[in-house]
């Protein structure tokens, strides 16, 4: 049997197949949860009354869980507790749709303290990323 013959490209962000391969696996993943909602984005912003951005956090729930994928708080306000208000917002929007536990990641030069002053429980950590003294820190919180 003859392989057919493939091309391979390698690039930077591709927008194009970012979306096709969220596409494809949102079919796989629900053709293997048969009776579980779509996963929905969940997203908290913290505004000035400008309309300026101050704190950001989205991520995702989908059936019982929830995960953040982003957060960020404007330098100039970090120590105000928008981190904290985001992540009590985020929770109670993913508690009201039947989320029972948030996962969120977090690199060893960014926030992980922060997540444990929170609840949040390390489960595993990769050493090495992105550097060999950094580690990307992997978190779990029970709702």
């Not at 493939?6 to 391969?21: I, M, N, Q």
């Not at 101050?54 to 995702?60: F, K, L, Q």
Request: charged share 25%.
């Amino acid at each position: 049997m003859s392989q057919p013959h493939y091309r391979v490209v390698v690039g930077e962000a591709l927008p194009e197949l970012d979306r096709r391969l969220s596409d494809e696996l949102d079919r796989v993943n629900a053709e293997a949860t048969t009776g579980i909602a779509p996963a929905r984005e969940l997203t908290v912003q913290i505004l000035e009354p400008s309309g300026e951005l101050a704190a950001g956090m989205s991520g995702w729930t989908w059936g019982v869980a929830a995960g953040i994928g982003l957060t960020w708080v404007r330098e100039t306000s970090r120590g105000d507790g928008l981190g904290a208000r985001l992540l009590a917002e985020f929770e109670t929007e993913a508690r009201s749709r039947g989320c029972r536990h948030v996962f969120v990641t977090s690199f060893t030069f960014q926030a992980p303290g922060f997540y444990e002053r929170h609840g949040y429980r390390e489960l595993f950590r990769w050493q090495g990323v992105p550097t060999e003294e950094e580690a990307d820190v992997h978190f779990r919180k029970d709702l």
